[in-house]
């Protein structure tokens, strides 16, 4: 067990609840970060996860032979055990408890990685459009690149004040229900927040925050680590449908049916 080594101030805090996001310029050592990388390279490179359906392209339809445009592992750490015993796994857990409570669990993580001059955008969306519509969240996710970023390279941005929304309509990023990936046409961009970051620094937003990371347009890849933690989901007493989850049909859903 790695003790945390961070703890956010109480004006942090208030930025988070006010603002609906949270950016910090660090939230691991430079060892921690060369350690995850490592790891990080070797399931890109090993396409960990692909028999399983965790391993998929997020914005195309997963074709057999056509590059993917934006590669992303699901439960990384399921194949590379060592993202488990990271600091920045510890102190990510440790902000979750401070803006969550005590209770705060790991829930998920995933790596989102966007090749040089390849990867394409994050269109706007809402990460609650993917959960299970029937439950109530109260979720975080807290996104670390594992290199410099900017709006060249794809950091990320956010829309003050959109946490208090509730879940707009989604649908498969271009209307294609091959797609995995979500977005939202009802985002006004013009009100955006990008967030450059150092390697190591994190953004951190609640699972309402409309978000968006444009396209690499470097020479360099942009590598992304999340991290998800929450209270228990419990179930809501008035239930919700979320259609753009029951029409989709992606290659990775089909390949996670045919491994169980
Ligand atoms: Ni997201």
């Not at 194949?79 to 409570?101: F, K």
């Not at 294609?176 to 953004?203: M, Q």
Request: some cysteine; charged content about 25%; proline content about 10%.
């Amino acid at each position: 067990m790695i003790e945390p080594s961070i703890q956010l101030s109480d004006a942090e805090i208030r930025r988070f609840e006010e603002e609906g996001y949270l950016s910090i310029d660090r939230i691991t050592s430079d060892e921690d970060l060369e350690g995850i990388r490592q790891a990080y390279e070797e399931l890109f490179e090993l396409r960990s996860g692909h028999d399983q359906g965790d391993h998929f392209d997020l914005a195309g339809a997963d074709d057999e032979g056509q590059p993917p445009k934006l590669p992303q592992i699901l439960n990384p750490a399921r194949y590379a055990p060592a993202l488990e015993q990271t600091l920045y796994r510890a102190n990510a857990q440790a902000i979750a408890r401070q803006l969550l409570g005590p209770e705060a669990e790991f829930q998920f993580d995933h790596a989102i990685y966007k090749p040089p001059r390849h990867g394409a955008e994050t269109p706007w969306h809402q990460d609650e459009a993917y959960w299970n519509p029937d439950m109530e969240y109260q979720s975080l996710s807290i996104w670390m690149p594992l290199q410099e970023v900017d709006a060249e390279n794809g950091c990320m941005h956010f829309i003050p004040g959109s946490h208090r929304l509730e879940v707009l309509p989604h649908r498969p990023i271009g209307g294609d229900p091959r797609v995995h990936g979500l977005e939202t046409l009802e985002a006004d961009s013009s009100l955006a927040v990008a967030c450059p970051l150092p390697a190591g620094g994190a953004t951190i937003h609640p699972g309402r925050t409309l978000h968006y990371a444009p396209a690499n347009h470097s020479d360099r890849p942009r590598r992304a680590y999340i991290l998800s933690f929450g209270l228990p989901p419990r179930p809501l007493d008035k239930p919700r449908r979320f259609p753009w989850l029951e029409a989709r049909q992606t290659a990775r859903e089909e390949r996670a049916r045919n491994n169980d």
